[in-house]
């Protein structure tokens, strides 16, 4: 028994300090633009070190490289436009989608319509997000 306490003791204190790693990162909430890019990067390999996992670190790494050398911030906050704007097109399609239903009149179809576009609402307004930070 008292093995038992002391492999479960072990667990635990296992799994206290790895995920101290990943509670310790940096609040990038107040970064704008590449900096706050880079800075949720080096959150994400500060949390597959602490998971050991040494793959996704390497390519987490090998991201933020390529992020440091490409990003601007005025490039960033073009793709972040073009993105809400693909988004907004995307809601108005869906909302055409389901007037197209609600005219057919059958129900399944209503339903899945408006499935649809809550979901395309839902990826604009993580775009919206984005777009300001």
């Given at each position: 028994?008292?093995?038992?306490?002391?492999?479960?003791?072990?667990?635990?204190?296992?799994?206290?300090?790895?995920?101290?790693?990943?509670?310790?990162a940096a609040d990038c909430s107040?970064?704008?633009?590449?900096?706050?890019?880079?800075?949720?990067?080096?959150?994400?390999?500060?949390?597959?070190?602490?998971?050991?996992?040494?793959?996704?670190?390497?390519?987490?790494?090998?991201?933020?490289?390529?992020?440091?050398?490409?990003?601007?911030?005025?490039?960033?906050?073009?793709?972040?436009?073009?993105?809400?704007?693909?988004?907004?097109?995307?809601?108005?399609?869906?909302?055409?989608?389901?007037?197209?239903?609600?005219?057919?009149?059958?129900?399944?179809?209503?339903?899945?319509?408006?499935?649809?576009?809550?979901?395309?609402?839902?990826?604009?307004?993580?775009?919206?997000?984005?777009?300001?930070?």
């Amino acid at each position: 028994m008292p093995a038992l306490i002391k492999s479960l003791t072990a667990a635990a204190a296992c799994a206290l300090f790895g995920a101290l790693p990943a509670q310790a990162a940096a609040d990038c909430s107040a970064q704008r633009g590449c900096a706050a890019k880079f800075c949720q990067i080096e959150n994400d390999i500060a949390a597959a070190q602490a998971q050991n996992n040494s793959r996704r670190e390497a390519g987490l790494r090998k991201a933020l490289a390529e992020a440091k050398a490409n990003c601007t911030d005025s490039r960033l906050q073009s793709q972040r436009e073009a993105d809400v704007r693909e988004k907004q097109s995307k809601v108005a399609e869906r909302q055409q989608e389901l007037k197209e239903a609600r005219a057919k009149g059958k129900q399944d179809k209503i339903d899945k319509a408006q499935r649809k576009l809550q979901e395309a609402q839902a990826e604009y307004d993580a775009a919206l997000a984005d777009l300001n930070r």
